[in-house]
C-alpha cells in the first residue's frame, strides 16, 4: 500500500495537505497559533513521514511523493533507524520512502530560536518545565517556549477534533505560558484521526512520533527540543513496539538532524522522583492537571488516584487543594489505599508498586487479607470490582 503525500496549502492559521492512503483520497488538516506561523516548515514531507511510520511500518506502506525529504531525515530513516526496529520486529515492513531529498532547511535568522518543551500540565511535562529551572542549566539551555500538540492525547471518538478535555488542557497551557513568562506554540491535527480511520490509532504506541510530526512543522525554528519522558531509562526496551516511550531516547537521538538537539527529558527519574520534585514546587500545586475524564480532576479516574497517592507518598497533599479535593481523598483514604494494593500487587503495575513502597505499610495484613478475599468473592461471582 502507498502512503502518497501531495503539497501543502496554507491560508492563514489552518494548512492542508492531500494525502492518498491505498485507494482512499484524504485531507490532513493542521491548525495553530499567530505565534507558530514564523516556524512553518512546509517545503518538506519529514513531519508527515515521521507521524504516519508506525503506521506505515504496521500496515506495510511505503511513502510516495513528488515533494522532498530532508536528506538527513531520509539518511537516518533508510539506513539506520527502519533497519534497527525491523531487525528486531520481523513483522514489520521494511518502509520505503519515494520522494527527492533536499538539504536541511536554513534557519532563519530574524526569528528567535526556540529551547523548548511540551506542556499538558501533567506530572511529566510539569517536572521537565521544573528541572529547567534550576540555577546550573545553563542560560542558552533554558526553556523559551512551551508547546501544546493535540494529535492524539484525549482522542475521544474517530470524527471529534478538540474535545472539552483539550479545549480546558489548552487553556491551562495558555495561562500558564502567560503567566510564566514563556513563549507558546500551539499546533493540532487530525492525522491520529486519519490513522484510526485506516488502522486503529494507539497513542500509547504513537506519541512519541506524533510529537515529531509537529516538532518538525517548525524545524527551522527549533533549537533545542526537551520531549517529557514517560518511562525512565532504566525500562528502556526496543523489543516492546507497543509503547513509545520505552524506547524514545533511541528515536529522538536517531532525530536529532537538520540543526535540532532533540532530548528525553526527566528520563533519569522514575515518576516518583518526578513527584518528590513537583510537590513544593508552587505552579505544580496551583496547574497540575491529570484526569482522563474531565477538565478538573475529578479524584476518581485512574491517573487522579495515582497522582494523590504519589503525592501523598511523598509530600503534603494539602498543598495540592487548589487542584484535587483533599477533603474527599481523606474522607475515602481507606478506599484510595485498597486501589493502590490492587493495582500493586494484583495488577503489577510498575507506577502504583514504586508507591506501594512506601504507602503499603500504611495497609494491616488484616487489611491486605479482607481486600484479597473481597477480590476472589467478585470474580466468583462474575461482578465488577468496584474501588
Known sequence: MKIKIGKYQQVGCRITCPLQIGNQDEELIININEFTLQYLTLDRIDAIVLGFLPFAMKNSCDFVSDNPISSELYYVLKFHYIPTICGIHSELHSVKILAPVIDRPDKVERIPKMVATGISCGVDSLYTICDNTRSEIPKSMKFNTLCFFNVGAAMKSSKELRTELV?????????????????FVFIESNIHLLIH?????SHIASHTFMALFCIYLIQKGIHIYEYSSGYPAKDFSLMDINYSARYDLFTLAQMSINGMHLYSGGAEKSRLEKMSALVNWEPAQKYLNVCVNSVKNDNKCFKCVRTMLEIDAVGDIDKFNRVFDVAFYKQNYKAYLRRLFIDAVLKRDIYAQECYAILGKKISLMGKVLILIDVIINKLIHRKVIV
Open 167 to 183: 479545549k480546558g488542557r489548552l487553556d491551562l497551557a495558555k495561562s500558564f505560558a502567560a503567566e510564566y513568562n514563556y513563549n
Open 197 to 201: 480511520k485506516h488502522g486503529g490509532y
